[in-house]
């Protein structure tokens, strides 16, 4: 139905950047521009956790209080891509990042109906 591949991950210094891509495809009957996508992200010892989201039309996003400032999210509807913009790395941002779309503007993971199977940023100190 929905398939999401990531790419962008890698090692970066603290105080680095890397910016992450998730390309969605879509079976017949479904529009990226319909969803709504975000960016979580999950390390061996926590929980998948919320990063930052991104209305279907871009006009509103959001993000974790962990990341505001240093993050964007945006999302070209014509490529079926979501960009998630890293400045500013810190160690505590090593994580597997995952993109998803969902049809609701929330935080809560069990909300999004597709996931990718994630990209790894690690960030050396």
């Known amino acids: 139905q929905v398939q999401l591949v990531e790419s962008g991950g890698g090692l970066v210094q603290a105080g680095g950047s890397l910016r992450l891509s998730c390309t969605a495809s879509?079976?017949?009957?479904?529009?990226?521009?319909?969803?709504?996508m975000a960016w979580f992200r999950q390390t061996p010892e926590t929980e998948r956790e919320f990063v930052a989201t991104?209305?279907?039309?871009?006009?509103?996003?959001f993000y974790a209080g962990s990341v505001q400032g240093r993050f964007a999210i945006s999302r070209d509807n014509v490529r079926k891509t979501v960009y998630l913009q890293m400045n500013s790395l810190e160690p505590e941002d090593t994580a597997v990042y995952f993109c998803?779309?969902?049809?609701?503007?929330?935080?809560?993971?069990?909300?999004?109906?597709?996931w990718g199977q994630g990209t790894r940023v690690t960030v050396s100190s």
């Open positions: 998803a779309a969902g049809p609701i503007f929330v935080r809560k993971a069990d909300s999004y109906q597709f």
């Open positions: 879509f079976a017949s009957g479904y529009n990226f521009d319909h969803y709504n």
């Open positions: 991104i209305m279907w039309n871009g006009e509103e996003t």
